[in-house]
């Protein structure tokens, strides 16, 4: 089983030292071969956009990524097992108060190419302020060198950023809720059924919000 990782996401995925994956998603990886019989191994990827690109490419087996309508034009998602929130960081210099207020005043705003939130942003009131970047690491030096107001992403990695610089705020309410979920590509209906049954019984039987809290993310993030 060829299992797509998503690094653009390090909520949900991280590397040792060592370059080994680790996270909550190759945890969830290794229960499902473990539970199937399956020998395993990932295919790793810098950006969600480049997975989903991979979709008909017969690269992979199973991902785990946001669900979005676009995104499921050539992949098959289960229902969500996980949700997080997208929220906006705001530089020194700009004075909005909250997020509509943000959106509202046409300030440049920064945001990862192909990503759930991005993808979302792109479809509402205020998209023509959004300035693409290829990648976080490129997003985040933009935003430091003052080059958009503020940039969007997971609030959790949002809210870290705000606590190691002094002077850049988390923007409330978050604008959207990302709902993380097991993808295969399009034309494979059995193996999409039998992830469902596997989603459903790790949720029901408290698996999955063990393996969420083993990974720092609480069980108020679980979608039952």
């Keep these: 089983m060829r299992v797509a990782l998503n690094h653009g996401n390090p909520v949900l ?17 290794r229960a499902l071969a473990q ?19 991979d979709a008909k490419q017969d690269k992979w087996d199973v991902c ?11 992949i098959d998602f289960t229902k969500p097992y996980l949700q997080i929130e997208g929220s906006y ?20 705003v920064g945001s990862v190419k192909g990503s ?15 300035v693409i970047f290829e990648d976080f690491k490129s ?13 969007a992403g997971i609030h959790q990695v949002m809210l870290a950023q705000s606590e190691k ?13 990302i709902r993380q979920a097991i993808g295969v590509p399009q034309g494979r209906p059995r193996a999409k059924a039998m992830l469902e049954d596997w989603r459903s019984s790790l949720v029901q ?3 999955m919000g063990e393996l969420l809290e083993k990974h720092g993310v609480g069980r108020e993030c679980l979608f039952t």
């Design 205 to 207: 039987d408290g698996t």
């Design 139 to 151: 997003l985040l030096n933009a935003f430091l060198d003052s080059k958009v107001a503020a940039i």
């Design 165 to 177: 610089r002094p002077g850049i705020r988390v923007l409330y309410p978050p604008f959207m809720k």
């Design 64 to 74: 785990f990524l946001a669900f979005d309508p676009k995104r499921a034009r050539t």
């Design 89 to 108: 960081l705001a530089g020194p210099s700009e004075t909005a108060r909250g997020a509509e207020e943000l959106v509202a005043s046409g300030a440049p």
């Design 116 to 130: 759930a939130y991005t993808l979302t942003l792109q479809r509402k009131t205020g998209s023509e302020h959004l």
């Design 13 to 29: 995925v991280g590397k040792t030292p060592g370059g080994e994956p680790f996270g909550i998603t190759v945890a969830i990886a």
């Design 35 to 53: 539970h199937f019989g399956l020998d395993m191994c990932f295919v790793e990827y810098d950006r969600a956009a480049d997975v989903s690109a």
